[in-house]
């Protein structure tokens, strides 16, 4: 019987070339490729040859009607599964399943809603803290004020309690990320990729360490949270296991959220008409507390966090492994390839967005978005049972830190500083994003209540 040809690869440097061109920019490398093949195209990443699939018809096939085509924890580049081994993403099969009902009590519903007072007592007190500062990088700003958060929240740390080892141990960790570090992994204790790992390991202990001094007492944690729904599952994992599924939400929980504030900051900045529909909106807030109902009615912030997930996206696509071959748009592609599933290309894409490279929030209030064809156009959580076990959780984050910022603070950017995308772990402006900061005065606020 006649098998379909192979997805095209694009000639040229076809070895180191795609991944140096991947590396800087995967959004170009997909959408120049998209143009020219169409959805699936075969480039080599990361050390292997690799099956792209972009748009909503590829990703509706990846994640939703032929997921069972493929798995993830083998799909990954070797360096970054050695980095996230024992994390779900890693995981396949019936432990994805079970590891997924473990850890989701712990990050929807009701324990959202409670974790909404520490988000803002924590938000609060890093931004008075960067008014004492006057300048800083918001994106290592936010970094801080998202770790604090996510370890109060996952393993009880006391508010105000010093983070800054397992800061600092997790700062040497993303950094073996980086790059192409990950693609030679060579665990030796002076390449940054050693470095990460051994940061690991030591971070792992101390999870570890804090889950069995925790098994001993109760809280409402997410911690305490997991503890339970281990003792649910009868036979659970054991405080190793846990603690690599806690760290993974630890570097989760903060990494990818702060990319998403720090762009959603630099948008606003440049146009300042949303920026002052987006303070209007916070400003109607007034005082009191921003509980997770209050926070879910800002439909305009709301919009303003959709078009940054599309616009810049923290995560630029993600792997999968073929288990059984299959075909897509007339090519064959075979079991044991690598997939990679683009989630910035699918972003770009102007026959789902037009003018994809416009920042416009509009395109995602309720009536544009019926008209839309958006289903797996917006993508930044992924999609289908694998999609993120955390959105709820980063965007409520997301959400309690911006309407703060957004009611009480300035923020402007200093000038010579480069805003270019840098892509691994998560997108983050290339200089940080560097600002002058201060606290609204009263008058301000008053002037904008009054107007
Ligand atoms: C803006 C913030 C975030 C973004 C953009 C994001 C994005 C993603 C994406 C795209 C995936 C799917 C990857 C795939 O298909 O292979 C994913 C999976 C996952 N995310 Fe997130 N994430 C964010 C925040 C979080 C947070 C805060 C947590 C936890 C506290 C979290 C926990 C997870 C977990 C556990 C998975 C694995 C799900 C599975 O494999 O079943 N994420 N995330």
Redesign the pocket.
């Known amino acids: 019987m006649h098998q379909p040809p192979l997805p095209p690869h694009a000639s040229g440097v076809p070895w180191v070339g795609d991944s140096v061109e991947f590396g800087r920019n995967p959004q170009r490398f997909v959408l120049k490729r998209q143009a020219r093949f169409g959805p699936v195209f075969m480039g080599h990443i990361l050390g292997a040859s690799t099956a792209v699939m972009v748009g909503p018809q590829a990703l509706r096939f990846v ?1 939703s009607s032929h997921r069972h085509h493929f798995v ?1 924890g083998p799909g990954w580049p070797r360096g970054l599964g050695m980095l996230m081994s024992g ?5 396949d099969g019936d432990i ?1 399943t079970r ?2 009902r473990l ?1 989701a009590p ?2 929807a519903g009701s324990a959202l809603a409670s974790y909404t007072p520490v988000m803002e007592a924590t938000a609060r007190r890093h931004l008075e803290r960067w008014v004492q500062q006057g300048r800083l990088s918001l994106y290592d700003g936010l970094k801080g004020l ?1 770790f604090d958060t ?1 370890s109060q929240l ?1 393993f009880g740390t006391p508010e105000g309690a010093d983070t800054g080892r397992l800061g600092k141990l997790f700062a040497t960790y993303t950094a073996g990320m980086q790059g192409l570090h990950p693609v030679v992994p060579l665990r030796v204790p002076f390449t940054p990729f050693g470095r990460a790992f051994a940061a690991r390991s030591e971070m792992l202990k101390e999870v570890t360490r804090i889950i069995q001094e925790r098994e001993k007492s109760t809280g409402s944690d ?1 911690l305490a949270r997991l503890l339970e729904s281990r003792k649910e599952q009868g036979e659970g994992p054991s405080a190793d296991a846990l603690a690599e ?1 806690a760290f ?3 570097f ?6 702060s ?3 720090t762009w959603a900051c630099l948008e606003l900045s440049r146009h300042p008409d949303l920026l002052d529909s987006a303070r209007e909106e916070a400003q109607s807030l007034g005082e009191g507390p921003l509980t997770m109902e209050r926070v879910e009615r800002l439909p305009f912030l709301e919009q303003v966090l959709l078009e940054t ?1 599309r616009l810049h ?3 630029s ?4 492994q073929v288990v059984k071959s299959f075909e897509f748009n007339g090519f064959h592609v075979p079991e044991g390839c690598r997939v990679f ?1 683009s ?1 910035n290309g699918t972003h770009g894409d102007p026959a789902t967005f037009p003018e994809p490279e416009r920042f416009t929030p509009g395109r995602f209030t309720p009536e544009a978005a019926r008209c839309a064809r958006h289903e797996l156009g917006l ?13 709820g ?3 409520l ?2 959400k309690v830190v911006l309407a703060l910022l957004l009611r009480d603070y300035e923020w402007s950017l200093q000038p010579k500083q480069s805003l270019d995308p840098v892509y691994l772990p ?1 997108l983050f402006p290339k200089d940080h994003l560097r600002v002058s900061f201060r606290r609204r005065s009263a008058q301000e606020t008053r002037h904008r209540e009054t107007a």
């Open positions: 994640l993830s994390a779900l993403m890693m995981k994805q590891t997924r850890l712990a990050l998202t996510a996952l997410a599924q993974f939400l630890l989760a929980g903060h990494e990818s959220t990319s998403l504030t997930e996206p923290p995560f696509g993600s792997f999968r599933y989630i993508v930044g959580f992924g999609a289908g049972p694998r999609s993120c076990l955390g959105m959780f980063a965007r984050q997301a998560s």
